[in-house]
């Protein structure tokens, strides 16, 4: 009985920007919990190596090429989704992009990058999605938003500025789909090793080190760290939490630093 509160048998999930990373993560997790997986992405060779990663472990995935800043591509793609395979069931919003640039620095035009996809992008899905779910009265949205949604840092002002928005989205969405039985949360992660942390991820680096200080478990997170949390909120254990964010950052946010081990 417990085991199905978080099976996800019969249910179909569409991760965005879900070729590699984090995005590539949760699809492998909520595929073992029994989802049938749609990968959104915009390099046709990481999407296609994406799939079939995730076929060879038995899940049936699908891919589905578009552009989440685009309103048109947006409504093509879920409505071929919906009417050539089936209901979508999850909706987790991961796509993302970073440029790490001074705010006294960066190019108008960056800056508008990083919000439109971290930000305008997940609305723009968030609406087509949840428009077909207020109809069926159920479905789960994951918002992924970051301890960037708390907290600043230097050189991350933009990423830091949608991820903030984001937050606030999301208990928006919530508050305003709930009547309709749809929980809309969100994950914050903490420090991720992957592709997109690149040289800061490296020992030595000052980042780096910074990090491993900081945090109280002691280390970076790897995106199957991640898992477990998107499982929860996908499924019917979560289906009485709403307009959450739940941050899976190794205690970072908990502390203003771990304990000294010198006697």
């Not at 589905?64 to 093509?76: C, G, Y």
């Not at 987790?92 to 006294?104: D, G, K, M, Y």
Request: hydrophobic share 40%; net charge negative.
């Amino acid at each position: 009985m417990i085991d199905q509160l978080f099976s996800l048998k019969g249910k179909n999930a569409l991760i965005t920007g879900g070729t590699h990373g984090i995005g590539l993560a949760i699809g492998e997790a909520l595929g073992l919990a029994g989802a049938r997986i749609f990968i959104n992405g915009h390099d046709p060779e990481r999407l296609e190596n994406a799939v079939n990663i995730i076929n060879q472990k038995n899940i049936e995935a699908s891919g589905f090429l578009f552009d989440i800043t685009d309103e048109d591509s947006v409504s093509t793609n879920i409505e071929k989704i919906e009417e050539s395979i089936g209901p979508i069931d999850v909706l987790v919003n991961n796509a993302a992009i970073h440029r790490r640039v001074p705010l006294i620095d960066i190019p108008y035009i960056e800056f508008q990058e990083v919000i439109n996809t971290n930000l305008n992008g997940q609305f723009l899905i968030a609406r087509e999605v949840a428009r077909r779910m207020v109809d069926r009265k159920v479905g789960k949205i994951i918002n992924m938003c970051s301890m960037m949604s708390e907290v600043g840092r230097d050189t991350v002002g933009a990423y830091a500025a949608a991820k903030g928005g984001l937050k606030m989205l999301t208990k928006s969405m919530a508050t305003e789909w709930a009547q309709y039985n749809i929980q809309v949360n969100g994950i914050g992660p903490g420090y991720i090793k992957t592709s997109a942390t690149g040289p800061i991820g490296t020992p030595g680096n000052p980042v780096h080190d910074f990090i491993i200080d900081r945090t109280p478990t002691g280390r970076w997170g790897i995106p199957e760290d991640l898992q477990g949390a998107a499982i929860f909120l996908s499924s019917q254990a979560s289906d009485y939490i709403n307009g959450q964010i739940i941050y899976v950052d190794g205690g970072m946010l908990a502390t203003l630093g771990k304990p000294s081990t010198k006697k």
